[in-house]
């Protein structure tokens, strides 16, 4: 059975910072390419950071850029997120998800596995 279960949300003023955690199980974690997603209230979900199955290669939406990181443990089958200079626009669920990929793919489509969601709200 797999399983995504992210931790680390929570609530953080503007200009702080969290760390997000997705530990991943019931799968070969060092062949699946993983993505940050996150969806607010009354929008879609959207493309947050990826990664690909090696941590060699690495992509963000443009409205991070320069304050998330992502990366990955292959050891510990966990993927991480840092959010530095948060924004109350950050505001929103994060999922983590898998996919069986050499490429990191910005739709959720592509995307095999999910989380259940961890809350990050960021208050002005």
């Known amino acids: 059975q797999v399983q995504l279960a992210e931790s680390g949300g929570g609530l953080v003023q503007a200009g702080g910072a969290l760390r997000l955690s997705c530990a991943v199980s019931?799968?070969?974690?060092?062949?699946?390419?993983m993505g940050w997603f996150r969806q607010a209230p009354g929008k879609e979900r959207e493309f947050v950071a990826g990664?690909?199955?090696?941590?060699?290669?690495?992509d963000y939406a443009d409205s991070v850029k320069g304050r998330f990181t992502i990366s990955r443990d292959n050891a510990k089958n966990t993927v991480y997120l840092f959010m530095n200079g948060l924004k109350p626009e950050d505001t929103a669920v994060y999922y983590c998800?898998?996919?069986?990929?050499?490429?990191?793919?910005?739709?959720?489509?592509?995307?095999?596995?999910w989380g259940q969601g961890t809350q990050v709200t960021v208050s002005s």
């Open positions: 998800a898998a996919d069986r990929a050499f490429t990191i793919a910005t739709m959720p489509s592509p995307y095999d596995y």
């Open positions: 019931g799968l070969t974690f060092s062949l699946y390419a």
């Open positions: 990664i690909g199955w090696s941590g060699d290669s690495t």
